[in-house]
């Protein structure tokens, strides 16, 4: 199977919450990622979290970690119609000395009024 | 420059002939990354630079494919006798050597349709 593997859609009204989800295989990841990307556009970094922490806040983004199921999900609150995108999840793994990502096939976010 | 440039942003090639993909990391950056993101899958791994050390190509998908990076700046991507299968948004990125929270920096791609 996939390293990282996300489901492919989520569709949710503006004003309420979305949940993406994650799972990941390398139980040696040491940094999870979640990626934006808008039409037409490079990847954005939104937030990170340490493996060994389970939470993470930044504004309306928060981050929940489950080591031992190898899940992380990325919670937006008030979703606007300006968080339509894709969302990557990624995991990093040890190569010589230094980290390498490995991303899911996205999810896309579609926010409707 | 402020963010990770690649040229050209788009590009048509016939079936069977070379191209080349250019992308200029962020100054500075000592880790610099290719990868390649075809319709409705993730983001597939080709190469990875750090510094002065052997590349990884663990996910050069064929011979066909290769990649240098000069003075540990600028890196091409190479793709000879293109396929169609080949078409797909490369995508490079550049991170410091501590990478963490620093996360990747991307590029915006290149879009590559071979026909």
């Known amino acids: 199977g996939e390293d990282v593997e996300q489901s492919l859609f989520l569709s949710v009204r503006e004003g309420d919450s979305s949940v993406i989800n994650c799972t990941y295989t390398?139980?040696?990841?040491?940094?999870l990622y979640w990626y934006k990307q808008e039409p037409g556009a490079g990847l954005q970094l939104l937030t990170y979290?340490?493996?060994?922490?389970d939470m993470k806040q930044d504004q309306r983004l928060t981050v929940l970690l489950n080591k031992k199921d190898k899940h992380l999900s990325l919670r937006i609150a008030d979703t606007q119609t300006g968080d339509s995108a894709i969302y990557f999840c990624?995991?990093?793994?040890?190569?010589?000395?230094?980290?390498?990502?490995?991303f899911g096939r996205g999810t896309s976010l579609i926010v409707h009024p | 420059g402020a963010g990770v440039s690649q040229s050209p942003s788009n590009k048509v090639t016939e079936k069977g002939k070379d191209v080349e993909l250019r992308c200029d990391p962020i100054?500075?950056?000592?880790?610099l990354y290719w990868y390649r993101q075809s319709l409705g899958q993730g983001l597939e791994f080709l190469i990875y630079?750090?510094?002065?050390?052997?590349?990884?190509k663990s996910g050069l998908p064929s011979d066909r494919f290769s990649a240098e990076r000069t003075g540990g700046s600028v890196s091409t991507l190479t793709i000879q006798r293109t396929q169609q299968e080949d078409s797909a948004v490369y995508l490079c990125?550049?991170?410091?050597?501590?990478?963490?929270?620093?996360?990747?920096?991307f590029g915006s791609g290149t879009r590559l349709t071979v026909v």
């Open positions: 390398d139980s040696s990841s040491t940094y």
């Open positions: 990125a550049s991170s410091p050597r501590q990478v963490f929270n620093y996360g990747y920096t």
């Open positions: 979290i340490f493996s060994n922490m």
């Open positions: 990624a995991e990093s793994r040890a190569s010589g000395g230094s980290y390498i990502p490995t």
């Open positions: 100054s500075g950056h000592t880790a």
């Open positions: 630079f750090q510094g002065n050390s052997a590349p990884d």
